[in-house]
């Protein structure tokens, strides 16, 4: 996955992914300790603040777990506050070979599942909620 990319399209697949059926409920999560800043070896300095960005996202779905409308009013406001490190990924990524991206998503394999399994229980209670959706299409695209 290409870091901007990889947050849409880890949210989008989640959405698309998400069981209509409801869960049984889950006891009420601990707040979350955040997430220890990425240092992958291999990363260039801008793409390990895009995975820090990525582990601050998901602790922020994590917090957020089943309030979907404080999911959408949170993702909205990480969008604005990382617009700026957003553009830098996108750019760094049309800039890239698709031999440096493939290895970007090797080297960073293992960080992109942990972020999935931890946004993944908020994405299926909140994937659907239009809200949310609406939140998601403002995640910078190409």
Do not use: W, Y
């Not at 290409?2 to 409920?25: G, N, Q, V, Y």
């Not at 698709?98 to 090797?106: C, G, H, I, P, T």
Request: glycine share 2%; charged share 25%.
């Amino acid at each position: 996955m290409r870091l901007p990319f990889a947050i849409s399209l880890t949210l989008l697949m989640a959405c698309t992914h998400a069981d209509p059926a409801p869960a049984k409920p889950a006891p009420a999560p601990a707040k979350p300790a955040p997430t220890a800043a990425a240092n992958v070896p291999g990363n260039s300095e801008l793409e390990n603040k895009g995975v820090a960005m990525m582990q601050q996202m998901a602790d922020m779905f994590a917090a957020d777990a089943k309030d979907c409308d404080k999911l959408a009013t949170d993702i909205k406001s990480f969008v604005v506050q990382h617009k700026e490190l957003l553009g830098q990924l996108t750019e760094l990524e049309r800039s890239q070979s698709d031999q440096e991206k493939a290895a970007f998503e090797a080297r960073n394999k293992q960080v992109q599942d942990q972020l999935s399994q931890k946004m993944d229980p908020t994405m299926a209670a909140c994937g659907e909620n239009p809200q949310v959706q609406s939140a998601l299409k403002e995640f910078p695209s190409e």
